[in-house]
């Protein structure tokens, strides 16, 4: 027996497997709130030059010959100094520091260590390097699974983003904050694609994907609940710890988090796999076949030729449909945290936004689950478009109405999420068994320097606020033209080898591979299995 006919003898999404979802579901809940809070402990307020209270500012006044436009004196970065012939003043810089509006925040970091002005591009820096420590977290944390269990590094994980992020509370000075942010960042890759494999690999085929919109649904949970926690805690500092504290609540993780099951047998600890399986099945109500079965199971999947990247590009077919896939993760990623993180420009209440924009994120996967199974291409294509058009006609909105600008957002937040949950199980199906796992992998990899590149397109909105959207609407316009030059997989036989897409006319008139109708049945073949084993890695990065 292969281990998928051993999954669904003890059931495959039985009341095991569905516990075991509970626990991978809330660490999502932290891991929104910590890829979000910067919208909150990063924010600007209004500000101006210290100094400029109303003893000060008469003052100002009464040494300046004749009349003066007493709204200059407000300018953020630059305070009137010596009076000038023809009742001006010469603008100098602000020499004793700001002073800021607390009547939505009551300190940020932006407040604290006086991100404004010339320093204005640190706080963007932060966001940048945070998304950065994604990447490499991923590479690292992905790697120590693979040698010491997914488990192992889950639970590593989780302790050390519990204890960088409430270390990131007491951060001295923005250096010391940017280094442990990026350590957050890090810790929080390993959470992702541990607790998403863990749980693909104790799962039906079947039921993969539906499992997997779960925590979707949980980290859009956590992105709603964070718009209560800061509307609750204004202090920067609090609200990081009160975001990161609750972590230290899942030691109890060490006890009821198990190892996974394939991940023991494919290392040869075969007396520990059959322990847990044989739990599952009494969980589950089931019995566990012989144990002279399970000690002779073959993981399947493991290649017998070594592919490289190279793989990826070295054919024409193949070179055009990665380059394609890869732009269109890039374009997602950039564009929804290029929305995400510029949430507090649209000008109208913040905590209520960040709200919406969390509750968007359920009917855009909802819709996903109606509308995927009848089209790849074309759901791809619509829903990178709506994000593209609504970041567009954005700009048309007259001045005065940020209502309409603010309801644009949530349609092209809606779309591109949408378009996100799309691409991550498109690209598992065009890419060919022997380098799937290779090519999302280096699809993830655009996908996070879009996400390094969000937050310093949101910057240029300080120079010319138009800048941003067009990038963001352009790109995912360009994305769905690219995307019909894509193949259509829906109910498709998948690619197997680099040949197979070379001649996907002929695989179209192969019929679609069968595909189980319930979790208690034999699982599909090698290809299949492992089609959907990191389709939710990229989701939340």
Same mark, same amino acid.
């Given at each position: 027996?292969?281990?998928?006919? !051993?999954?669904s003898?003890?059931?495959?999404?039985?009341?095991?497997?569905?516990?075991?979802?509970?626990?991978?579901?809330?660490?999502?809940?932290?891991?929104?709130?910590?890829?979000?809070?910067?919208?909150?402990?990063?924010?600007?307020?209004?500000?101006?030059?210290?100094?400029f209270?109303?003893?000060?500012?008469?003052?100002?006044?009464?040494s300046?010959?004749?009349?003066v436009?007493?709204?200059?004196?407000y300018?953020?970065?630059?305070?009137?100094?010596?009076?000038? #012939?023809?009742?001006?003043?010469?603008?100098?810089?602000?020499?004793?520091?700001w002073? +800021?509006?607390? &009547?939505?925040?009551?300190?940020?970091?932006?407040?604290?260590? &006086?991100?404004?002005?010339?320093?204005?591009g640190?706080?963007?820096?932060?966001?940048?390097?945070?998304?950065?420590?994604?990447?490499? $977290?991923?590479?690292?944390?992905?790697?120590?699974? &693979?040698?010491?269990?997914?488990?192992?590094?889950?639970?590593?994980?989780?302790?050390l983003?519990?204890?960088? $992020?409430?270390?990131?509370?007491f951060?001295?000075?923005?250096?010391? +904050?940017?280094?442990l942010?990026?350590?957050?960042?890090?810790?929080?890759?390993?959470?992702?694609?541990?607790?998403?494999v863990l749980?693909?690999?104790?799962?039906?085929?079947?039921?993969?994907?539906?499992?997997?919109?779960?925590?979707?649904?949980? *980290?859009?949970?956590?992105?709603?609940?964070?718009?209560?926690?800061?509307?609750?805690?204004r202090?920067?500092?609090k609200?990081?710890?009160?975001?990161?504290?609750?972590?230290?609540?899942?030691?109890?993780?060490?006890?009821?988090?198990?190892?996974?099951?394939?991940?023991?047998?494919?290392?040869?600890?075969?007396?520990?796999? !059959?322990?847990?399986?044989?739990?599952?099945?009494?969980?589950?109500?089931?019995?566990?076949?012989?144990?002279?079965?399970?000690?002779?199971?073959?993981?399947?999947?493991?290649?017998t #030729?070594? +592919?490289?990247?190279?793989?990826?590009?070295r054919?024409?077919?193949?070179?055009?449909?990665?380059? !394609?896939?890869?732009?269109?993760?890039?374009?997602?990623?950039?564009v929804?945290y $290029?929305?995400?993180?510029?949430?507090?420009?649209l000008?109208? &209440?913040?905590?209520?936004?960040?709200?919406?924009?969390?509750?968007?994120?359920?009917?855009?996967?909802?819709?996903?689950?109606?509308?995927?199974?009848?089209s790849?291409?074309?759901? #791809?294509? $619509?829903?990178?478009?709506?994000?593209?058009?609504?970041?567009?006609?954005?700009?048309t909105?007259?001045?005065? #109405?940020?209502?309409?600008?603010?309801?644009?957002?949530?349609?092209?937040? *809606?779309?591109?999420?949408a378009?996100?949950?799309v691409?991550?199980?498109?690209?598992?199906?065009?890419?060919p068994?022997?380098?799937?796992?290779?090519?999302?992998?280096?699809?993830?990899?655009?996908?996070?320097?879009?996400?390094?590149?969000a937050?310093?397109?949101?910057?240029?909105?300080?120079?010319?606020?138009?800048?941003?959207?067009?990038?963001?609407?352009i790109?995912?316009?360009?994305?769905?033209?690219?995307?019909?030059a894509?193949?259509?997989?829906?109910?498709?036989?998948?690619?197997?080898?680099?040949?197979?897409?070379e001649?996907?006319?002929?695989?179209?008139?192969?019929p679609?591979?069968?595909?189980?109708?319930?979790?208690?049945?034999?699982?599909?073949?090698?290809?299949?299995?492992?089609?959907l084993?990191?389709?939710?890695?990229?989701?939340q990065?």
């Amino acid at each position: 027996m292969n281990f998928d006919q !051993i999954l669904s003898a003890i059931g495959g999404f039985g009341r095991y497997q569905k516990i075991l979802y509970v626990w991978i579901c809330l660490p999502q809940i932290l891991l929104a709130f910590h890829m979000m809070v910067s919208i909150f402990t990063g924010a600007t307020p209004p500000h101006r030059c210290r100094g400029f209270n109303s003893s000060s500012v008469a003052a100002d006044l009464s040494s300046v010959p004749g009349s003066v436009n007493f709204s200059l004196l407000y300018s953020p970065c630059s305070s009137t100094g010596v009076p000038l #012939q023809d009742n001006r003043t010469e603008r100098v810089p602000c020499g004793r520091g700001w002073v +800021y509006s607390q &009547d939505t925040f009551q300190s940020t970091t932006v407040t604290e260590w &006086d991100l404004v002005c010339d320093k204005a591009g640190l706080n963007s820096l932060g966001s940048s390097i945070y998304m950065f420590g994604l990447l490499v $977290g991923s590479v690292l944390f992905g790697a120590m699974a &693979d040698r010491y269990g997914r488990r192992f590094v889950l639970l590593l994980s989780i302790a050390l983003q519990t204890v960088f $992020g409430v270390a990131v509370a007491f951060a001295p000075n923005f250096l010391v +904050y940017m280094i442990l942010r990026f350590l957050v960042g890090a810790t929080i890759s390993g959470v992702i694609i541990n607790a998403f494999v863990l749980g693909t690999e104790w799962t039906c085929t079947k039921r993969r994907m539906l499992a997997g919109i779960i925590t979707d649904y949980a *980290f859009g949970l956590g992105y709603m609940l964070l718009a209560g926690v800061a509307y609750l805690i204004r202090d920067w500092r609090k609200l990081q710890l009160a975001i990161s504290a609750p972590g230290f609540l899942l030691i109890f993780y060490i006890w009821v988090v198990p190892h996974s099951a394939r991940w023991l047998l494919a290392n040869d600890r075969r007396e520990e796999a !059959i322990a847990l399986l044989r739990k599952a099945a009494l969980v589950n109500g089931r019995v566990l076949p012989p144990v002279t079965q399970v000690e002779k199971c073959e993981i399947i999947g493991r290649r017998t #030729q070594s +592919y490289s990247a190279v793989d990826l590009v070295r054919t024409p077919q193949m070179r055009k449909r990665a380059l !394609i896939l890869f732009y269109i993760w890039f374009v997602n990623v950039l564009v929804y945290y $290029g929305l995400s993180l510029g949430v507090s420009r649209l000008g109208t &209440d913040l905590y209520l936004n960040q709200f919406v924009f969390g509750l968007v994120e359920i009917p855009a996967r909802t819709l996903v689950l109606l509308v995927l199974p009848r089209s790849r291409r074309l759901s #791809q294509t $619509g829903f990178l478009a709506i994000g593209g058009l609504a970041c567009l006609l954005m700009l048309t909105v007259p001045e005065g #109405q940020p209502n309409v600008v603010t309801g644009l957002a949530m349609l092209g937040k *809606f779309g591109i999420t949408a378009s996100f949950a799309v691409i991550y199980v498109y690209t598992a199906e065009i890419f060919p068994t022997v380098i799937r796992q290779t090519g999302i992998g280096v699809s993830c990899m655009f996908a996070r320097i879009g996400g390094v590149l969000a937050p310093i397109i949101n910057m240029l909105d300080t120079h010319n606020s138009t800048i941003p959207l067009v990038i963001f609407g352009i790109s995912p316009l360009l994305g769905a033209v690219l995307a019909l030059a894509l193949p259509e997989t829906a109910n498709r036989p998948l690619p197997d080898t680099v040949e197979d897409v070379e001649n996907w006319d002929m695989m179209r008139s192969l019929p679609a591979k069968d595909n189980p109708e319930k979790c208690e049945s034999v699982s599909q073949s090698a290809s299949s299995t492992e089609e959907l084993e990191l389709q939710h890695l990229a989701s939340q990065i």
